[in-house]
């Protein structure tokens, strides 16, 4: 299933596109405080983002990759991303998401998260997902337990290209 445009009260979910690529590397890509807590290393270079966008716009049609460029319907910035994915290595769908440093706090991953969490219900019919987070990350936690995830348990954890380990969370998300 293509990956569809979704609009949300404040926010408008959409694929990738080319015209994304200075949004996307100067608002979280470039930025090691947003990369801190993620398995990817921040970019240091704009042909790596490049690249990535290149990626995610190939997989716009996938049936176990959903990724969404989250826009800001006030001024049409892309402020971050947000995605549903199949996760072989736990047999289930995983979310993931993460925002430019100057949208934190706004409610922003929450309004997104919710609208994925409704695709995926509606849409694919899926009835359980899973979310990982470094224990550390408390907003990460914050923003699964906002949309109902139930902790399951702590485990290893590991960030910038598995250069950082760290404790873990894992959480579930039963979806009626």
């Known amino acids: 299933m293509r990956t569809p445009v979704i609009n ?36 240091n270079d704009i042909n790596k983002t490049k690249k990535w966008i290149k990626e995610e716009i190939s997989k716009i049609d996938s049936d176990d990759w ?19 994915y199949f996760e072989e290595e736990f047999n289930a769908f995983e979310i993931g998401y993460n925002l430019a440093k100057r949208a934190w706090g706004c409610g922003y991953t929450t309004e997104a998260m919710t609208e994925v969490i409704k695709f995926t219900r509606d849409k694919l019919h899926i009835k359980k997902v899973i979310g990982h987070c470094a224990k550390v990350n408390k907003a990460s936690a914050n ?4 949309l109902g995830f139930k ?12 250069e950082e380990p760290y404790e873990g969370e894992e959480y579930i998300l039963d979806i009626d």
């Not at 404040?10 to 200075?22: G, K, M, V, Y």
């Not at 923003?143 to 906002?146: A, H």
Request: charged share 30%; with cysteine.
């Open 8 to 43: 949300a009260k404040r926010i408008i979910l959409r694929p990738f596109c080319n015209n994304d690529l200075e949004d996307v590397f100067y608002g979280w890509e470039n930025d090691p405080d947003v990369a801190r807590y993620m398995y990817w290393q921040s970019h």
């Open 143 to 146: 923003v699964m337990k906002k």
């Open 151 to 162: 902790f399951v348990r702590n485990m290893p954890y590991k960030c910038n290209e598995d």
């Open 66 to 84: 959903y990724r969404w460029a989250i826009v800001c319907k006030d001024n049409g910035k892309v402020i971050g991303t947000c995605l549903i």
